[in-house]
């Protein structure tokens, strides 16, 4: 008898089902059983269902303050603006409104558990920015219908910098800044001109310190390294730029989505990276067939997240290998379009490091939020406790069936060497032998060409000595 995936199969869920066909074999003859298997599994995870209830909640976009804060929000019954935040990175507050009025949001931005700010789009074009101060407890709305008539994302660089993309204006994009943590906006002192029927998309949009990415519905793409002063447009693969992820200044991905326009369809379902910072991109393969809905980055351990239509995946070198990381199956609904294809509700994730802690949090457009956390072990010398010279972090993800990241930390420039032993000690990789500054430096583990089984990378700088388990699977 042999158990093995369904290889028709393209979910792959931490909590629901997965299919699996079992297989009977006894001389000529065989037998296939299709079977499904309930499984948990460590990964993402559901923390909140506002999918029932007398009022609906079209959940529209989250963002991550810290591993442990994030906050979203939402359109109460398809009218007014509402919010939920969680300040312990596991529970969520019950949607709250951010005001009484018809009007619709579509992005937020979060700096802490107290300070927010949420972006609309009213049918009247009377875009403005809402900011607490206060946790949600109260919201004072900024008009900046004299820049765009919607808010397409908000970044804040600090408490008191920040920038909106809007859609364009007058043939200009909307684009403000504010120097008062949102309290007054402005529009650029140089607008930037926008194409005919040029248009933004919520949330595609990415941030690495100075430089800023945003996506149109025509095939190009801007970015801005001054902080949103100046930008320079980008050709891009496909029309429809739906979400952006950097890593680096100039490392990232990005999602094309097809739309329908004046009944045809518009565009090409792709994702693309780029190592140039968006100058030019290039198409690459994720497994299963998925198309993507949106990416979000883990710059510390070069990391990159997409959701999908079929569950989330993870790269560490730009889409060369991906991992699959169990999600609920419940956040993947299908739904059909008037041609019936299979499709799901667009999931928005946003991603937060801190000291090595990630947190992940993705919501989709039915009121469902996951989230993930991941908390390394504290790195510890094995043969003495004086002052450490050397921490290594990780490996991300653990267990791998690809590619996997291992960071080293050093207080001082030293001599490295770190390799990695099998279950019998045996050295089966030497992965780096050399002198390396002082700083954090990231190696990465190819899994490709090892057998499945336990191995320990094993980093050794001048008497110290520190280990981290490495699972791979096949």
Known sequence: ????????????????????????????????????????????????????????????????????????????????????????????????????????????????????????????????????????????????????????????????????????????????????????????????????????????????????????????????????????????????????????PLEGVAVFKRTIVNSSWVGANMIAVTRNGGSSWQAVTLPFGANADAVAAIPEAARIVVTTESGILETTDLGQTWMVVPAPASVFNWKSTELGARVSPSVNVSVATSNGIVGGYGVNSNGRIIGFRESPPAAAPIENERARIATLLGPYPNPTNGTSTLVFELATSEDVNLTLVDAQGSTVRTLLAERRESGRHAIVIDGATLAAGSYHAVLTVADQRVTRAVVIVK
């Open 1 to 248: 008898m042999q158990l093995e995936l369904d290889p028709e199969s393209a979910e792959r869920f931490s909590d629901g089902a997965i299919d699996l066909v079992m297989r009977f074999k006894d001389g000529e003859y065989e037998d296939l059983i299709p079977i499904r298997i309930p499984v948990r599994l460590p990964g993402w995870k559901q923390q909140a269902d506002f999918s029932v209830g007398a009022n609906t909640y079209s959940t529209q976009s989250i963002a991550t303050a810290s591993p442990n804060v994030a906050w979203a929000v939402a359109n109460i019954n398809d009218d007014r603006p509402g919010f939920t935040r969680t300040i312990d990175g596991r529970t969520w507050q019950s949607i709250r409104n951010i005001a009484a009025t018809s009007e619709q949001v579509y992005c937020v931005a979060a700096f802490n558990d107290k300070l927010a700010w949420a972006g609309s789009g009213p049918a009247n074009s009377q875009a403005g920015i809402y900011r607490t101060v206060n946790g949600g407890t109260s919201w004072t709305r900024t008009s900046v219908s004299a820049i765009t008539p919607f808010v397409d994302a908000i970044h804040f660089f600090d408490s008191s910098n920040g920038i909106f993309l809007g859609d364009p204006l007058n043939g200009r994009w909307g684009i403000g800044t504010t120097t008062d943590g949102g309290a007054t906006w402005r529009g650029l002192a140089t607008p930037v001109a926008a194409g005919a029927g040029e248009a933004g998309w919520n949330n595609s949009f990415a941030a690495h310190g100075d430089n800023l990415w945003f996506g149109t519905n025509n095939n190009r793409s801007f970015r801005s390294t001054d902080r949103g002063r100046t930008w320079a447009a980008s050709s891009t693969p496909s029309v429809n730029s739906f979400s952006f992820a950097f890593t680096s």
